[in-house]
């Protein structure tokens, strides 16, 4: 579990985010982080998840889709052509197959829970199909704007802005 403090937490010099209450994101459970573009999603990721999950390496795996995952793909499919050549990964799709195979071969040497973390993913859809069929305790933490399929277990974190320096996180748990 990682457990963030309720209060102001500076993201860039010029823009924080207002977190209204303690906020813990719990194995086996889901996170829509909702809001207008701009509102912070991104910076929360970016600033306040990614350092607490590199921070807790030792305890989960993590995986974490960028919101231009085409231009991540580009080194998915360059480290593949080093260490994996008879894979080729041509797609998006394939990409991430990539990366869910490494992280499947890791939990056979050392089983953990899984923590995936996607800003504006078009993957979605194979990241909870993925995480449905996973053993492992798992999270799925993700952004996405329009109409997509819901995890099961899923809370909503809200971002509101308030001012173009600060935005109010409102953590809803409304679970589905």
């Given amino acids: ?81 080093l260490w994996n050549p008879e894979l080729r990964p041509k797609t998006m799709s394939d990409c991430l197959t990539y990366l869910l195979r490494n992280l499947e071969k890791a939990q056979k040497f050392n089983p953990k829970p899984v923590i995936i973390v996607a800003d504006e993913s078009p993957l979605l859809d194979n990241l909870i199909h993925y995480l449905q069929s996973c053993k492992q305790p798992n999270s799925l933490v993700y952004s996405v704007h329009g109409k997509h399929s819901q995890p099961d277990n899923l809370n909503t974190i809200l971002f509101e802005p308030l001012s173009p320096k600060e935005s109010k996180v409102r953590c809803l748990f409304t679970q589905r």
Avoid: T
Avoid at 25 to 40: C, D, K, R
Avoid at 72 to 79: N, R, S, V, W
């Fill in 1 to 81: 579990m990682l457990s963030f403090l309720a209060g102001v937490h500076k993201c860039w010099p010029d823009f924080e985010l207002n977190i209204d209450k303690n906020l813990s994101i719990s194995f086996g459970q889901n996170y829509y982080l909702h809001g207008a573009n701009g509102s912070g999603k991104s910076s929360f990721i970016k600033r306040i998840l990614l350092p607490a999950l590199q921070q807790n390496h030792d305890h989960a795996y993590s995986l974490y889709l960028q919101q231009h995952f085409h231009l991540q793909a580009y080194l998915i499919k360059a480290e593949a052509a």
